[in-house]
């Protein structure tokens, strides 16, 4: 059967929608996120209440408070915590997968609905080579018998009862209770239907599942994509002797704290949760408050797992998409190994204000042995992004290699940096958060080299691919000192293309991508040339077919004359630039733009610290007018000869980086030689007199070289030519 | 100034409303419940996280789960508690009014923005005398150096910030970082306006407070309502010497460990923590794990509170309004004392599925003496509850008497039983639930003798009255068995009063309020009869005065003429009656309406065990035909001569209570004497032949006697008589 897919006005209505549907029968699900989450938590009351399966798959991403913010952390699914649903945690792609199909059969056992979220971005927005499991396999492990049951609890004329009443205090309570026998049974079905998955799938998954040294003494405890991350610290410090180990949650509600406390070594005497939230005014965070619970609890059990109690920290970790790292993880174990550990700590940030903050050793790195990291400048929508996913598609099919796609975009979208984290390797991928140093660098847009220092990144003896529309013979005198630095110290291999020139000769007008792609393929030695100009090809073939042959020609000769037209740059032994990058920012820019702005400009807001940010989300205005993005390959040039004045081109540029004016001609005293106007026309400034002037303006910064205004021009006044 | 209050569509709407009003510098506040503060939580984490000024009072009610509920417990303010609002909890009418102002000076001050609130239907629709604070001292609160700063602070275009904002996962986490100083400072800085509070007012108020032996070695911890009902049992208990103490929670966000662990005496061993809300599958309840982590991590700190850790269980009591008393709190005790006390407890039902409950003795009472109950059993829309109210009023002026007044009418609303519970005393009432016992019983409605125990709740020596129009003479003999038992055990003195017949002599139709309010006054004894008489007399005035002179003067004659009416019973020695009380259901009525509907209809809902109760929520249809309610006291008669049969008052009739048919003539084959029918009419059935019949036919036990039949017969065919 094809599901039928419904999409909604709202959060609310989808939450009301399932709830029906499931009344009627139907196998339902809905996916959400933060604010849309909250919006479903008064029905996700009714829904458990009445018992009824479902699974909401939640991509966890931030609640909104001082800002809005689309990444991830858990806020959203911690706010609904109370409803009575079973929360189920995944950490990663396969996870997602796996828990998916575990989460829709156990529901129909236990008849608790389920809440089954993965990190926002981190989880769901990454790239990874997964095994699939496939329908036959999906359809044993849910009992058709259960969906029966399901069905027949529907509302029906056929078989009438009542659902949805009033109840008044009398009978209120016992039937808040009468339900406690499915949330008491409902951790053994999860593990019964994980023992059965595992079966068929040979992944093995338990409520708590603990990695690292069996006589461990100091563990974390965590939740989600974090957890991989703290899986490969710990296998990094193990490796070094450390007594360290991770107690992954997977089923978080209900919370059953026998499997908890049986999940944890018994020498463990110190413990710190990590959560991926933050709750203002409570006494912990949720995770903390729920192992400090069992672990308090089971003192009083007739044979207590620990002799003594370990000690329980907590943190917070990773909020709205925050990095988290081995090193971070790193930083809460040593914590742990102080005489007074720092507790409510944060990692990850430098808490200056009330000083939660961990430090830690950002030169601690895990990344395994053996793996291959491509690190791609792209601009937003010039296609870089889908071609790194393409090329991940390529080398996770061709290879037996794990792959991993991650890809960094600020929210202004079009027109800003993206970051294409890439990593291919012989053993599998954990590693939840950006690379440090990679073995391939790809500059797809000159100018980021003129402001960002964008080969710090690169490993010694790594390969740097630059698109420059500058001749080979010269790109090294074109090179910004620092560059130059890391090109020497790092003995780097440098490959330049200009292709914007293959593209258009191509006939393919802006489009970069596959010729970008095509040079990736071509220096990485991910694979080998030859096989991989192949792979290319028939993916053009798959992508383009459906466009006609002509683009697949198009594509097919654009990857033939990349070929041509990648040369390597001769690289000397000494830097000779004295050319310093770019100031992010004016240098008359007010104080908060130098201290704040600036550095996030920079791409270096990570490094602020609490008192430089806003206490409840305020920011001075005009603050944009500092950021000069300098984007545009090509910008428009006007011509006073041929303008007629219409002042279209300034009424449609998006970013308002087109201005006219009508001004007197006693504003021109001072004007530079070069300064382009002529005399106003049209009728509405007739009174004026002929001596009045009329100027377009563009201002290059500001302008992103969309081409709009050159598009809606009806004289075609303004010629594109190079920056 | 006066403030503008602006209704909207719904609490999402009004959240947003208020959201925006603060944000233009309004002082602006808001109140709401259970599911509409759900729809509040998305605007509340903005707010919070914009350190915005504000309180929210909400009236806490349950959240519907397997059924709606409008009554009371804390399960809507836990859903919020992540979203940054400070929550401050008041116990008793006073304290609202008190905790009101403390929230609204305190925001201000903290710039956290405060949840307020008290137990939904206990403290908002309790009837209490308290001491008000006039406007003078409600400005010495709240200075206005901090309203201005709140105004500075608002979105203006003359001082212009730009506020909410998106933030990328480089800055977010530490602008989440950047509220903490606030949180930090908040419970010192309500703990300030609760001393300066006190200053102006005598009332003494701090984050946690404490009550009980100094040297208590078990104490129980609970917010809202419930810490008053602990506080009479603690009394009580101490009164015996046993060593316990009650730990009111006042400020539960932000939650000062501290500030909790100085309040508990050192010498605790064990600590009951009792949650008026349920989270299935958390390790459990809110309080319950905040009190946890509070002493286990106090166990870290330089110089611990205690040497050893109280023991810690947790509970859950008063789910949806449900009872709780001091005998509960008892059970709560008691079980702290036993070897090994159950855990994660219920109190208030009996559990016979998971077995979570407490066993507790229901006849431990504290109620204290000297105190006056009165109990009136009223029917829905009667003005029974409004005629109590005005005693209260009258009683808690005219006297020093503290007074309280708390009604229970189930969600049927008019027509069913009202009881009014009135207490009266010269001490201080804490007593937050229903009493056992009364001095004083009246019976408004005759017909509830005949279902329910009337004079159960009848103390020894009580007063007894009753509204009937059988003769004072014939009323012993008309009473049920179980009344008369009553009546002569505990020496009841009865009075009657036609109450139906005095209204209608009066000129007052059925409006039997002011007659039998009258009655409660004469023969009561709480006030001298004389000074009773005037100031029913006055209140009259008051009430009626707007309306004329001759409505007040009906009344005047009304009052006059019920103690000329109102008659003493010569109550026997023995027992004579055999009449049992009806059956609440008839014998045939199928096992569910036996078990479960029939024990609801008759007021015994809240013995229902939980085994009882379907675990979702869904009831079998049809049951409300087995409740007879046999409420009218007049019913209307056909009268097949006069009637148009126009069928009008089969289509009004409210309970479809009256029928109309047309039916051939042989279905009279074994009709009785007496059912009347008539040859059918009108053009419709001409071509049926004369001889087809027609009834209209009135269910008695389901007619509530209101009249619109009578009203809307065009024929007035139908002669109201009597039942």
New interface residues.
């Given amino acids: 059967a094809v599901p039928e897919v419904v999409a909604m006005q709202s959060e609310?209505g989808a939450a009301g929608a399932i709830h029906g549907a499931l009344q009627s029968g139907a196998l339902a699900t809905t996916f959400t996120s933060s604010?849309g989450l909250?919006?479903m938590?008064?029905n996700m009351?009714?829904i458990?209440?009445?018992?009824?399966p479902t699974v909401f798959h939640v991509a966890a991403r931030?609640?909104?408070?001082?800002?809005?913010?689309?990444?991830g952390d858990h806020?959203d699914v911690?706010?609904t915590?109370?409803?009575?649903?079973?929360?189920l945690a995944s950490g990663s792609v396969q996870e997602a997968h796996d828990m998916a199909l575990i989460a829709h059969a156990a529901t129909l056992g236990t008849?608790?609905p389920f809440l089954h979220f993965f990190d926002g971005f981190r989880t769901s927005h990454e790239v990874m080579k997964i095994e699939e499991i496939d329908d036959e396999r999906i359809r044993t492990l849910v009992p058709l018998e259960l969906v029966r049951q399901h069905r027949e609890?529907a509302l029906t004329p056929d078989r009438?009862?009542?659902?949805?009443?009033?109840?008044?205090?009398?009978?209120?309570?016992?039937?808040?209770?009468?339900?406690?026998?499915?949330?008491?049974a409902?951790p053994a079905l999860v593990q019964d239907v994980m023992d059965r998955f595992a079966a068929i799938t040979g992944r093995a998954y338990h409520l708590f599942d603990y990695h690292g040294d069996p006589d461990a003494e100091r563990v974390v405890v965590l939740m989600g994509s974090g957890a991989e991350a703290a899986h490969e610290c710990v296998d990094a410090l193990c490796g070094r002797g450390e007594k360290v180990g991770v107690l992954r949650v997977r089923l978080y509600?209900?919370?059953d704290?026998r499997a908890f406390l049986s999940a944890l070594p018994p020498s463990v005497r110190a413990i710190a949760v990590l959560d991926r939230?933050?709750?203002?005014?409570?006494?912990?965070e949720?995770l903390?408050?729920?192992v400090?619970?069992?672990?308090?609890?089971s003192t009083?059990q007739d044979n207590p797992r620990f002799e003594r109690i370990p000690?329980?920290i907590g943190g917070r970790y990773?909020?709205?998409?925050?990095?988290f790292t081995p090193a971070m993880v790193k930083a809460a174990f040593d914590n742990l190994e102080t005489r007074k550990p720092k507790?409510h700590f944060?990692v990850?940030?430098?808490?200056d204000?009330?000083h939660?903050s961990l430090e830690y050793d950002t030169g601690f790195e895990t990344e395994p042995e053996g793996g291959f990291r491509a690190l791609f400048y792209g601009l937003g929508s010039d296609g870089t992004v889908g071609a790194n996913k393409n090329s991940i598609k390529i080398i996770g099919e061709e290879t037996s290699f794990h792959v991993q796609g991650y890809f960094v975009y600020?929210?202004k979208k079009a027109g800003s940096t993206t970051l294409s984290y890439l990593r291919f390797g012989e053993t599998p991928i954990r590693s939840t958060y950006l690379f440090q140093k990679a073995h391939f660098v790809a500059c797809h847009h000159p100018g980021f080299l003129e402001q960002q220092d964008v080969l710090e990144r690169a490993l010694d003896d790594a390969v740097f691919l630059l698109n420059t529309n500058v001749h080979p013979d010269r790109v090294w005198e074109s090179l910004p000192r620092v560059a130059q630095e890391h090109i020497v110290r790092k003995r780097l291999r440098v490959h330049v293309i200009d292709a914007f020139r293959v593209a258009r000769d191509a006939g393919m007008g802006t489009r970069i991508n596959t010729i970008m792609q095509t040079c990736f393929f071509a220096i990485s030695g991910v694979l080998p040339r030859d096989e991989a100009m192949d792979c290319i090809k028939r993916s053009i073939e798959k992508t383009y077919g459906i466009k006609g042959g002509a683009i697949v020609s198009m594509n097919h000769a654009a990857v033939d004359s990349t070929l041509a037209a990648l040369h390597e740059v001769h690289v000397p032994e000494r830097v000779e630039s004295r050319r310093e990058l770019a100031p992010v920012v004016d240098a008359r820019a007010p104080e908060f733009v130098q201290n704040v702005t600036a550095p996030?400009i920079a791409?270096?807001?990570?490094d602020?610290?609490?008192?430089?940010?806003?206490?409840?989300?305020?920011?001075?205005?005009g603050t944009s007018r500092w950021e000069k993005r300098n984007i545009a390959s090509e910008i428009p040039i006007w011509d006073p000869q041929v303008c007629i004045q219409c002042g279209k081109c300034a009424v449609v540029c998006p970013h308002a980086a087109i201005r006219s004016k009508v001004y007197a001609p006693e504003s021109l005293a001072n004007a530079p030689d070069h300064f382009q106007s002529r005399e106003v026309q049209g009728k509405d400034f007739k009174e004026l007199g002929e001596a009045w002037r009329y100027t377009i303006q563009v201002a290059p910064e500001d302008c992103t070289g969309c081409g709009i205004c050159v598009e809606i021009c009806p004289a075609r006044s303004k010629e594109v030519v190079r920056h």
């Fill in positions: 609310a604010q909250l919006l938590i008064p009351y009714k458990a209440g009445e018992l009824t931030t609640v909104a408070t001082h800002a809005l913010s689309i990444f806020s911690m706010a915590r109370a409803t009575g649903f079973a929360l008849r608790v609890r009438p009862v009542v659902r949805g009443t009033a109840q008044n205090p009398d009978v209120f309570f016992q039937a808040r209770e009468a339900s406690n026998p499915f949330y008491d409902c509600r209900p919370f704290a939230t933050k709750e203002p005014g409570a006494a912990g949720p903390y408050l729920d400090v619970s069992a672990l308090t609890e009083h000690r329980v990773g909020l709205s998409g925050k990095e507790t944060t990850g940030i430098r808490d204000v009330t939660t600020d929210s996030i791409c270096l807001g990570d602020l610290p609490v008192s430089r940010m806003p206490c409840d989300g305020t920011f001075p205005v």
